[in-house]
């Protein structure tokens, strides 16, 4: 996914091209009605010097009537053209968003099914603009690009072969100048695809530098390295400064010499028309129709430049979409299962597992817990708690050993069958800016209004929720606009609407107010009735109540029991214990910070 | 908009030049439908080609002279517009430079970034191809009418119907185009905080499985911007159109019109043929119009951003007559200091009438629980903040009255929160080296015990570590950070609970190794593991911005108060680490 890196500036790609077909063919019958009427008005524009040619001709002839016949067939096109223009126009763009607002979906539908692993590598601001910025830039393509390009080449064909039809010499003395220009644009396409592509790339530095010094501005001031840090971005932004110095002679050059080549062409056409002409050879309506078509001719070929630019960077952009496409999806069992009852058993075994490389969190981990028990975790920060719920929830895959459900191996489960009956509620709840009940549905169509309010109910929230609004209050981006016990409440009623058999829950360690606090003990304990449930367990009721209680230790399991059993033990769970809950709150909150 | 002339003031004489090379070109641009018009004319009168060679000769040389004259006009002008950004851009990160730490914490990243790239490029594009289209338009108008009118005023009036049609579709679709286009920005703007949003919470989407949900919800949000987009294509889909029919009716009005005047005598071929050309050079700088306006309307809204954001004054900085002192002994006090963040009128204070002394060449450590005010007062010292009251000294000087670069050469802090920028290591660490004879770079690494991490990289030094390099670990970058202070040998060093992410044992021979050096200068330790805070010759307790207790290890732990808790505390701790 690096972003210029490996970018070669080609402005045309067969295989790019095609794959960005497949999400056009949809939409083919637009494309093609807006090709034909792209034909249609390309006549239209042929016919113009035509008929402006035979008007002449009538004139110098002093033919009145027939020249009205010439002037409203002229009204006639002109109308044409506006009309297939527009609709031309149009449609293009209606094929455009439609197709690129299908590739836009198609891009968030495949993330939404990257692994984890995904989401930690990559920065979230970048793929954000895979589905924004980057389709955006295709847009571009489809208006000022491919679309346009093909159609500046339909033009200058049918130019050409309007001109050696009426006057094959003459055309052919009309074109004597293309050589030179053919010659100019193939040299200026090469020196730009070098330029542009060294244009965004040093772009790319720029932002990339700015970026990292605004991050990291305490340091640069700290080190003093104010002076040293602006000389290197100068020096950043003046490699930017020349690329685009040299783009914009070698832009200037082309524009010019375009225009040049075209007043040339005029006059040499006009020294053959003269002789044809005093050789009764060529009538001056002819004449007036080559000026016309010449003058024509040009425009495409001077705006070529924006377009090449266009399309090396909508190639640079399809280029980043198809590599996000490519990339491999969570993996999913051939014939997952899929049971009608989830028990909620859960068996740990000899379950060895690392983010990175060989660097452990949990090593050899065996443990069984039985359907309905209430089990604590334990354990000081970085001891592996939180891996041990990401595992459960299979958001990551295991390197040694397996995880057993109601003993089928997670690996086997239809991985949204296993996520929905195990529900997770962590230390900093998530919520979505939207409605409340979207946040306890989780868009769910199948729970019904009546669920939500008896969850909502039964766990507490009921009463701050009329208090915000109701279930259809909207809630700000991460629900900043409740409190730490609100957001809690909230996440109990989302995990007990979906009717789990698991509860996995980080308890919050940040004190709230007694009274929420107190909602907040009651709806726990409801929630926990009747289904097995993990906890990490920050409180000292929660540790009491439990069954059992594992206690971790740098990624093992060190000792299990109850309450009772572990203290007389006096081995890593007193001295936890002594630690985390009987020496006051100060040191329990550091200690069990979220890692 | 004044800084904005000061700016283009300095590239006055090349933008002068490109400017009349301009009026240059397009002066012989426009002559050349006249010339057109005497060869048509020629021709019509029977003329061949030794009639008409001279002319078409001329016309020849006129368009190789404009294609050199048009070429410097362009680049002239456009390079002035880049030369500008590429000024506007160093001055807007030398003033980014200057700006205080406080400042960072209250704006984001992206905002920042949009301003020095997306703004800077507006006013870019008002400068250059805005200026050329600003004074190429009137040119062009100016010899086209006056030409067209002295062949026939009639004719004139007549071809140029459509254009005030034009001008005026231009206008009202401009103001359509912004007002859809917003809409457009908007949208473009919510779908990214929608998928911002989703990504951020991904973790909650796949524990609930509700992934096609999400799905559904933003090819809703997708489809409502696909739709502002087609609104948006309506209008401008028809600008061009429009613009082509008013150029047909021109044209149409020369045939009709013009062709009766033809067949009465009063007009030539050449004529028409003029007409027709001059019909067409038009076209492109009146459609230019409606695109210049939202470019000086887009141009002078970023302009102003930019000057938002020069206008905010950097809060701490070098005082002007400041000399530096010519050495560094390293005492500091703290003489009633308060400190808020947020300004005087902030929140809780921080710090509250703080009175320290730290002797030159101690070892003094900071302890107290979480958000009682250790890092608030170490980041007084190299002034990432300054006080509300009260003074900070060094060597009995205020750190205000102290050259600032001066200060922070000499005032180490490694801070708690890790930086590296995605560079090599050795960049990484040698970024504010003081060069000492020796290498200070390889000793520095060595000292914060990197050199068995370096040796296990192929490349060593040379690795780059960040987005673009390998992701070191959060213990491993603390002691990058550590090398990079370390190599700067400030005379105070304050290590802000920067080896928390290092285990103990790695910590205790990194502070052996560093023994030595810690007793050449200075050092303030924050920290919370008990062994190194055990050892210092000072220990200071803060309790909610308050100095609590202030004595050695021993003294402080037979007094039994908050000290002696934090110890009990972490003993457990450290015995749990052990187990």
């Given at each position: 996914?690096?972003d210029?890196?490996?970018?070669?500036?080609?402005?045309?790609?067969?295989?790019?091209?095609?794959?960005?077909?497949?999400?056009?063919?949809?939409?083919?019958?637009?494309?093609?009605?807006?090709?034909?009427?792209?034909?249609?008005?390309?006549a239209?524009?042929?016919?113009?010097?035509?008929?402006?040619?035979?008007?002449?001709?009538?004139?110098?002839?002093?033919?009145?009537?027939?020249?009205?016949?010439?002037g409203?067939?002229?009204?006639?096109i002109?109308?044409?053209?506006?009309?297939?223009?527009?609709?031309?126009?149009?449609?293009?763009?209606?094929v455009?968003?439609?197709?690129?607002?299908?590739?836009?979906?198609?891009?968030?539908?495949?993330?939404?099914?990257?692994?984890?692993?995904f989401?930690?590598?990559?920065?979230?601001?970048?793929?954000?603009?895979?589905?924004?910025?980057?389709?955006?830039?295709?847009?571009?393509?489809?208006?000022?690009?491919?679309?346009?390009?093909?159609?500046?080449?339909?033009?200058?064909?049918?130019?050409?072969?309007?001109?050696?039809?009426?006057?094959?010499?003459?055309?052919?003395v009309?074109?004597?100048?293309?050589?030179?220009?053919?010659?100019?644009?193939?040299?200026?396409?090469?020196?730009?695809?070098?330029?542009?592509?060294?244009?965004?790339e040093?772009?790319?530095?720029?932002?990339?530098?700015?970026?990292?010094?605004?991050?990291?501005?305490s340091?640069?001031?700290?080190?003093?390295?104010?002076?040293?840090?602006?000389?290197?971005?100068?020096?950043?932004?003046a490699?930017?400064?020349?690329?685009?110095?040299?783009?914009?002679?070698?832009?200037?050059?082309?524009?010019?010499?375009?225009?040049?080549?075209?007043?040339?062409?005029?006059?040499?056409?006009?020294?053959?028309?003269?002789?044809?002409?005093?050789?009764?050879?060529?009538?001056?309506?002819?004449?007036?129709?080559?000026?016309?078509y010449?003058?024509?001719?040009?425009?495409?070929?001077?705006?070529?430049?924006?377009?090449?630019?266009?399309?090396?960077?909508?190639?640079?952009?399809a280029?980043r979409?198809?590599?996000?496409?490519?990339?491999?999806?969570?993996?999913?069992?051939?014939?997952?299962?899929v049971?009608?009852?989830?028990?909620?058993?859960?068996?740990?075994?000899?379950?060895?597992?690392a983010?990175?490389g060989?660097?452990?969190?949990?090593?050899?981990?065996?443990?069984?817990?039985?359907?309905?028990?209430?089990?604590?975790?334990?354990?000081?920060t970085g001891?592996?708690?939180?891996?041990?719920?990401?595992?459960?929830?299979?958001?990551?895959?295991?390197?040694r050993g397996?995880?057993?459900?109601?003993?089928?191996?997670?690996?086997?489960?239809?991985?949204?069958?296993?996520?929905?009956?195990?529900?997770v509620?962590?230390q900093?709840?998530?919520l979505?800016?939207?409605?409340?009940?979207?946040?306890?549905?989780?868009?769910?169509?199948?729970?019904?209004r009546?669920?939500?309010?008896?969850?909502?109910?039964?766990?507490?929230?009921?009463?701050?929720?009329?208090?915000?609004?109701?279930?259809?209050?909207?809630?700000?981006?991460?629900?900043?606009?409740?409190?730490?016990?609100?957001?809690?409440?909230l996440?109990?009623?989302?995990?007990l609407?979906?009717?789990?058999?698991?509860?996995?829950?980080?308890?919050?360690?940040?004190?709230?107010?007694?009274?929420?606090e107190?909602?907040?003990?009651?709806?726990?304990?409801?929630?926990?009735?009747?289904?097995?449930?993990?906890?990490?367990?920050?409180?000292l009721?929660t540790?009491?109540?439990?069954?059992?209680?594992?206690?971790?230790?740098?990624?093992?399991?060190?000792?299990?029991?109850?309450?009772?059993?572990l203290?007389?033990?006096?081995?890593?769970?007193?001295?936890?214990?002594?630690?985390?809950?009987?020496?006051?709150?100060?040191?329990?909150?550091?200690?069990?910070?979220?890692? | 908009?004044?800084?904005?002339?000061?700016?283009?003031?300095?590239?006055?004489?090349?933008?002068?030049?490109?400017?009349?090379?301009?009026?240059?070109?397009?002066?012989?641009?426009?002559?050349?439908?006249?010339?057109?018009?005497?060869?048509v004319?020629?021709?019509?009168?029977?003329?061949?080609?030794?009639?008409?060679?001279?002319?078409?000769?001329?016309?020849?040389?006129?368009?190789?002279?404009?294609?050199?004259?048009r070429?410097?006009?362009?680049?002239?002008?456009?390079?002035?517009?880049?030369?500008?950004?590429?000024?506007?851009?160093?001055?807007?990160?030398?003033?980014?430079?200057?700006?205080?730490?406080?400042?960072?914490?209250?704006?984001?990243?992206?905002?920042?970034?949009s301003?020095?790239?997306?703004d800077?490029?507006?006013?870019?594009?008002?400068?250059?191809?805005?200026?050329?289209?600003?004074?190429?338009?009137?040119?062009?108008?100016?010899?086209?009418?006056?030409?067209?009118?002295?062949?026939?005023?009639?004719?004139?009036?007549?071809a140029?119907?459509?254009?005030?049609?034009?001008?005026?579709?231009?206008?009202?679709?401009?103001?359509?185009?912004?007002?859809?286009?917003?809409?457009?920005q908007?949208?473009?703007?919510?779908?990214?905080?929608?998928?911002?949003?989703?990504?951020?919470?991904?973790?909650?989407?796949?524990?609930?499985?509700?992934?096609?949900?999400?799905?559904?919800?933003?090819?809703?949000?997708?489809?409502?911007?696909?739709?502002?987009?087609?609104?948006?294509?309506?209008?401008?889909?028809?600008?061009?159109p429009?613009?082509?029919?008013?150029?047909g009716?021109?044209t149409?009005?020369?045939l009709?019109?013009?062709?009766?005047?033809?067949?009465?005598?009063?007009?030539?071929?050449?004529?028409?043929?003029?007409?027709?050309?001059?019909?067409?050079?038009?076209?492109?700088?009146?459609m230019?119009?409606?695109?210049?306006?939202s470019?000086?309307?887009?141009?002078?809204?970023?302009?102003?951003?930019?000057?938002?954001?020069?206008?905010?004054?950097?809060?701490?900085?070098?005082?002007?007559?400041?000399t530096?002192?010519?050495?560094?002994?390293?005492?500091?006090e703290?003489?009633?200091?308060t400190?808020?963040?947020g300004g005087?009128?902030?929140?809780?204070?921080?710090?509250?009438?703080?009175?320290?002394?730290?002797?030159?060449?101690?070892?003094?450590?900071?302890?107290?629980?979480?958000?009682?005010?250790?890092?608030?007062?170490v980041?007084l010292?190299?002034?990432?903040?300054?006080?509300?009251?009260?003074?900070?000294?060094?060597?009995?000087?205020?750190?205000?009255?102290?050259?600032?670069?001066?200060?922070?050469?000499?005032?180490?802090?490694?801070?708690?929160?890790?930086?590296?920028?995605?560079?090599?290591i050795?960049?990484?660490?040698?970024?504010?080296?003081?060069?000492?004879?020796?290498?200070?770079?390889?000793?520095?690494?060595?000292?914060a015990?990197?050199?068995?991490?370096?040796?296990?990289?192929?490349?060593?030094?040379?690795?780059?570590?960040?987005?673009?390099?390998?992701?070191?670990?959060?213990?491993?970058?603390?002691?990058?950070?550590?090398?990079r202070?370390?190599?700067?040998?400030p005379?105070?060093?304050?290590?802000?609970?920067?080896?928390?992410?290092?285990?103990?044992?790695?910590e205790?021979?990194?502070?052996?190794?560093?023994?030595?050096?810690?007793?050449?200068?200075?050092?303030i330790?924050?920290?919370?593991?008990?062994?190194?805070?055990?050892?210092?010759?000072?220990?200071?307790?803060?309790?909610?911005g308050r100095?609590?207790?202030?004595?050695?290890?021993?003294?402080?732990?037979a007094?039994?108060?908050?000290?002696?808790?934090?110890?009990?505390?972490?003993?457990?701790?450290?015995?749990?680490?052990?187990?």
């Amino acid at each position: 996914m690096s972003d210029e890196a490996q970018v070669e500036g080609k402005a045309y790609d067969a295989r790019l091209l095609a794959r960005l077909w497949t999400f056009v063919l949809p939409y083919r019958r637009g494309f093609w009605m807006a090709f034909l009427l792209a034909v249609v008005n390309l006549a239209f524009a042929l016919a113009q010097p035509l008929l402006l040619g035979r008007a002449v001709n009538v004139a110098v002839g002093g033919d009145f009537a027939r020249l009205s016949f010439w002037g409203f067939t002229f009204l006639a096109i002109v109308v044409g053209e506006f009309v297939s223009n527009y609709w031309q126009q149009y449609l293009t763009m209606v094929v455009a968003q439609e197709s690129l607002a299908d590739l836009r979906v198609a891009v968030f539908a495949r993330l939404q099914r990257f692994p984890m692993r995904f989401f930690d590598e990559n920065p979230v601001g970048k793929v954000v603009s895979r589905v924004t910025t980057d389709v955006d830039v295709l847009t571009e393509m489809f208006s000022a690009g491919a679309m346009t390009i093909a159609l500046d080449v339909m033009k200058l064909a049918g130019t050409v072969g309007a001109m050696l039809w009426l006057d094959w010499q003459l055309a052919l003395v009309s074109l004597v100048m293309m050589p030179v220009l053919v010659f100019a644009i193939d040299y200026f396409r090469r020196m730009a695809r070098h330029t542009y592509r060294a244009i965004r790339e040093r772009i790319g530095r720029i932002n990339g530098y700015l970026q990292e010094s605004i991050s990291g501005m305490s340091v640069i001031a700290l080190s003093a390295y104010e002076a040293r840090a602006f000389e290197e971005f100068r020096a950043l932004n003046a490699d930017h400064r020349d690329a685009n110095h040299l783009s914009n002679k070698l832009e200037a050059a082309l524009f010019a010499m375009v225009e040049a080549v075209s007043t040339v062409s005029v006059a040499a056409m006009l020294l053959w028309a003269a002789r044809q002409h005093a050789a009764d050879a060529l009538t001056l309506g002819v004449v007036v129709t080559f000026i016309s078509y010449l003058q024509q001719f040009f425009v495409p070929i001077r705006d070529f430049s924006a377009k090449y630019a266009v399309m090396q960077s909508s190639m640079t952009a399809a280029e980043r979409i198809f590599g996000l496409l490519d990339l491999e999806l969570e993996p999913q069992p051939t014939t997952p299962h899929v049971p009608a009852v989830v028990r909620g058993e859960i068996v740990f075994e000899h379950v060895w597992f690392a983010y990175r490389g060989e660097d452990w969190v949990l090593r050899d981990m065996s443990f069984h817990i039985a359907a309905g028990e209430r089990v604590a975790v334990v354990g000081a920060t970085g001891s592996g708690k939180t891996t041990l719920i990401k595992l459960l929830d299979r958001l990551y895959e295991v390197q040694r050993g397996r995880i057993l459900v109601d003993g089928v191996d997670v690996r086997e489960w239809d991985v949204a069958a296993l996520r929905r009956r195990i529900a997770v509620v962590l230390q900093d709840v998530f919520l979505f800016s939207g409605p409340v009940i979207d946040n306890i549905t989780m868009g769910h169509p199948d729970i019904t209004r009546e669920q939500v309010e008896a969850a909502a109910r039964h766990v507490n929230a009921e009463t701050f929720i009329r208090r915000v609004g109701g279930l259809d209050a909207h809630l700000r981006e991460r629900g900043s606009n409740l409190s730490g016990g609100q957001r809690q409440l909230l996440a109990f009623a989302r995990a007990l609407v979906h009717q789990p058999a698991v509860l996995v829950l980080d308890e919050a360690t940040s004190s709230v107010d007694p009274e929420t606090e107190w909602l907040v003990q009651d709806a726990l304990e409801k929630l926990m009735a009747g289904r097995t449930s993990v906890i990490i367990a920050h409180r000292l009721s929660t540790i009491e109540n439990a069954d059992r209680i594992l206690v971790m230790h740098k990624g093992e399991l060190r000792e299990q029991g109850t309450h009772r059993a572990l203290l007389a033990q006096n081995g890593i769970y007193a001295k936890l214990y002594r630690l985390q809950y009987a020496a006051g709150e100060g040191p329990a909150a550091r200690v069990a910070a979220p890692t | 908009m004044s800084r904005l002339w000061g700016y283009v003031a300095r590239y006055r004489l090349r933008l002068a030049g490109g400017i009349a090379c301009l009026i240059g070109a397009t002066s012989l641009t426009m002559s050349v439908p006249l010339l057109f018009k005497r060869v048509v004319n020629e021709i019509g009168a029977g003329q061949g080609m030794a009639g008409v060679a001279p002319i078409l000769g001329l016309i020849a040389l006129i368009a190789v002279a404009q294609g050199v004259v048009r070429t410097f006009s362009r680049f002239m002008i456009f390079n002035v517009g880049r030369d500008i950004e590429y000024d506007l851009r160093n001055d807007l990160f030398a003033h980014l430079e200057r700006l205080p730490v406080a400042f960072y914490q209250e704006r984001r990243t992206g905002d920042l970034m949009s301003r020095l790239v997306n703004d800077v490029t507006a006013v870019r594009m008002l400068l250059g191809p805005g200026i050329l289209n600003f004074i190429n338009t009137p040119i062009y108008y100016a010899y086209g009418l006056s030409i067209m009118l002295s062949i026939d005023a009639r004719l004139t009036v007549g071809a140029l119907a459509g254009y005030p049609l034009a001008l005026y579709v231009v206008k009202r679709t401009s103001a359509m185009l912004m007002e859809r286009s917003t809409h457009v920005q908007e949208g473009l703007a919510e779908l990214s905080s929608r998928v911002q949003e989703n990504l951020s919470g991904i973790h909650v989407v796949k524990a609930y499985a509700s992934e096609d949900h999400e799905i559904r919800d933003f090819a809703a949000l997708n489809a409502t911007f696909r739709e502002a987009s087609l609104r948006l294509a309506r209008v401008r889909g028809f600008v061009g159109p429009v613009m082509s029919v008013v150029g047909g009716i021109g044209t149409l009005v020369v045939l009709w019109y013009g062709g009766w005047h033809v067949i009465q005598g009063r007009l030539s071929v050449g004529d028409m043929v003029a007409f027709i050309g001059y019909l067409n050079l038009l076209a492109w700088p009146t459609m230019a119009l409606g695109w210049m306006l939202s470019v000086l309307q887009r141009g002078r809204a970023s302009m102003n951003r930019l000057n938002e954001l020069f206008a905010i004054e950097p809060a701490i900085t070098s005082p002007h007559d400041a000399t530096a002192p010519a050495t560094c002994r390293g005492e500091i006090e703290l003489r009633g200091v308060t400190f808020r963040h947020g300004g005087p009128l902030g929140t809780a204070a921080a710090l509250e009438n703080v009175d320290l002394v730290i002797p030159a060449g101690r070892t003094v450590a900071i302890v107290g629980r979480t958000g009682s005010g250790k890092t608030s007062l170490v980041h007084l010292l190299p002034r990432l903040f300054d006080v509300d009251a009260g003074t900070v000294l060094l060597d009995g000087r205020d750190v205000r009255t102290l050259p600032l670069g001066w200060l922070r050469k000499n005032v180490g802090l490694v801070p708690q929160d890790p930086f590296l920028f995605s560079r090599t290591i050795r960049e990484n660490v040698g970024f504010a080296a003081t060069p000492n004879g020796v290498d200070p770079v390889g000793w520095a690494v060595t000292a914060a015990g990197l050199d068995r991490d370096l040796a296990d990289m192929p490349r060593g030094l040379e690795t780059v570590v960040g987005e673009r390099g390998i992701t070191l670990s959060g213990g491993q970058k603390q002691r990058v950070t550590l090398a990079r202070v370390l190599a700067s040998a400030p005379r105070v060093l304050i290590l802000d609970d920067a080896l928390s992410s290092v285990d103990a044992s790695t910590e205790r021979e990194i502070l052996d190794r560093l023994r030595d050096f810690f007793d050449q200068r200075t050092t303030i330790l924050v920290a919370h593991r008990i062994t190194t805070v055990k050892e210092a010759d000072l220990i200071v307790v803060l309790e909610q911005g308050r100095v609590a207790e202030v004595g050695d290890h021993g003294t402080l732990l037979a007094k039994g108060g908050l000290y002696a808790d934090l110890f009990r505390e972490q003993s457990l701790e450290v015995e749990l680490e052990a187990v």
